[in-house]
């Protein structure tokens, strides 16, 4: 049999040795969490628990279907464990395999990793209601924990990995759990940090010493005194394995020697700061104190919605799993226009979409485009992603910058070329011109009120639909100046820097804020719209 050297890192090593019953890994992308970390300790409790089961739990079908399983079973392959020979994902083994029989049987192989030592995993996602429920499991695997919901964990995952100690009562790794992930920047998703108070450093040290210790009696002749202490000092570090708590916080840049220098100067340049320092340095984020959108809360207007039916019955084929479009959202009608408003600029123009859900403004996805890109291209985006809709209608909200303006565009207005890019792609468009823009305290005003719920439709945002738009919104500063309180937008028209990327400053804002005025002024009803280039009265 060929052997295949496997390139370990510092900290996946640390890891790896300490081997801790509980583990929370913070580490940087491409750090190599899927590689070093999360498929080598499924792979251990695989095999020093036969037989078992243990849960993989994501905060959606989706992230488990197209970053989580992906990921894993690559690195799987590198360490030689193939698909269908080694393991089965999604069906029950066939008898021709030989596998064996896990201690307790799944009811149903539609969401189960099947090895052949009889070991299975759940795919537990969090957005299909009691998924955790009647699993009695062993350990849990906790991948991009930023986005897990404690909550659920605590109150259905968590139960479920306790209790039936069956033949691994001695394991010290019954009933184990590792989450791992980047940096979180929310309040919500922090809820794992904690686990740092949780460690005893002490008790890791032990464990470091204990490791070495083996390690160095191993290497000695072997004699009697020898083989004892190696006992004596294995049981040991058993007990301190089973009650341990690991906790890490590791950047990219201790993954230098396989990524090279470049990639870190790359991320440098092309990342926002923010998340560069938390997704590569994994630095914990300070908070911006006063912004334009104060109201705006993670835990009420964000939300995610994947279509797990689309999902469920793509048969584990990841390559469609990661063709992008509308048939993986839950939130778009697709018999309904959608919504649209647009921010331009010479170097940077964005489309947010959005459509009205009873008494909620839900913003769908936005686009951007740079450089070279312009709207037409823009335009194309969003006809690609929404390729599935039925009907091909869109309402297009759009103030007084969008006429007779030229200067992202050739010789038409932003208005024109918009209007005929989507006829180009067969898409109808119902204009409705909202006249000029609002001044800023008063879009402040009518927006915030919105987030809090007091007036208008409420902003909903579809979180992994919108991550630029997201940060965007939360970073928004304002000042006073000539015209009184105002947007801070300062920064619009200074040249990108590697620390400063165009997506992440204010022009997106603006977009958004055009849609929610749009959207709480003019509502529209299939077949019902405000002519083209009509305006209303708007009540302020």
Not at 360 to 387: G, H, P
Request: proline share 5%.
């Amino acid at each position: 049999m060929t052997r295949k050297k496997i390139y370990f890192n510092n900290p996946q090593l640390e890891f790896r040795y300490i081997a801790a019953h509980t583990s929370v890994f913070v580490g940087g992308r491409r750090l190599g969490k899927s590689h070093g970390l999360n498929a080598p300790w499924m792979l251990r409790n695989v095999q020093h628990m036969p037989r078992s089961g243990g849960g993989i739990v994501g905060a959606t079908f989706q992230q488990l279907l197209t970053r989580t399983i992906p990921g894993t079973l690559k690195a799987f392959e590198d360490m030689g464990y193939k698909r269908n020979l080694h393991y089965y994902i999604g069906r029950k083994p066939p008898k021709a395999a030989g596998f064996k029989e896990p201690v307790i049987q799944p009811v149903s192989y539609d969401h189960v990793m099947s090895w052949y030592n009889g070991s299975v995993q759940f795919l537990i996602s969090q957005d299909i209601p009691g998924s955790s429920n009647s699993l009695t499991l062993q350990y849990i695997l906790g991948d991009e924990a930023k986005f897990l919901d404690f909550e659920k964990l605590k109150d259905e995952t968590f139960p479920a990995n306790g209790g039936f100690k069956g033949p691994w009562k001695n394991s010290p790794w019954l009933n184990s759990m590792l989450f791992t992930s980047d940096m979180p920047t929310t309040k919500k998703g922090s809820w794992f940090l904690s686990y740092q108070d949780k460690m005893d450093p002490d008790l890791i040290e032990a464990i470091k010493w204990l490791v070495k210790e083996i390690y160095r009696l191993k290497q000695l002749p072997a004699t009697t005194y020898t083989q004892r202490m190696i006992r004596e000092y294995s049981i040991r570090l058993a007990q301190f394995r089973s009650v341990a708590v690991y906790y890490r916080e590791a950047s990219t840049i201790e993954n230098v020697a396989l990524l090279g220098k470049k990639y870190i100067a790359q991320m440098k340049r092309d990342l926002p700061p923010l998340v560069f320092a938390t997704s590569i340095m994994c630095i914990r984020p300070g908070k911006l104190k006063d912004g334009f959108y104060p109201a705006l809360r993670d835990s009420v207007h964000f939300y995610k919605a994947y279509d797990n039916s689309y999902l469920l019955n793509l048969d584990y084929d990841f390559d469609k799993a990661s063709e992008q479009s509308c048939l993986q959202d839950a939130d778009v009608d697709l018999y309904r226009p959608i919504c649209i408003a647009f921010d331009y600029n010479a170097n940077i123009n964005w489309l947010v979409a959005g459509q009205q859900s009873g008494i909620k403004a839900l913003v769908l996805k936005s686009f951007f485009v740079k450089y070279q890109r312009k709207l037409r291209e823009l335009v194309d985006d969003f006809c690609n992603y929404y390729r599935h809709h039925h009907t091909r209608e869109v309402v297009y909200y759009y103030d007084n910058t969008a006429l007779g303006s030229n200067y992202a565009v050739s010789d038409e207005d932003f208005a024109s070329v918009i209007c005929s890019q989507f006829a180009l792609n067969g898409w109808t468009v119902h204009r409705v011109h909202i006249g000029n823009p609002l001044k800023h305290h008063e879009k402040h005003i009518i927006i915030d009120q919105g987030l809090k719920g007091q007036k208008y439709l409420l902003p909903m945002i579809n979180e992994p639909n919108n991550e630029p738009l997201k940060l965007a919104l939360e970073h928004t500063g304002v000042k006073v100046g000539a015209n009184g309180f105002q947007k801070d937008k300062s920064g619009e028209k200074l040249a990108e820097t590697e620390e400063d990327l165009l997506e992440h400053r204010t022009d997106g804002t603006d977009a958004f804020d055009t849609l929610m005025i749009g959207m709480f002024f003019y509502p529209h009803a299939s077949g019902n719209y405000v002519s083209s280039g009509g305006s209303a009265a708007m009540p302020i």
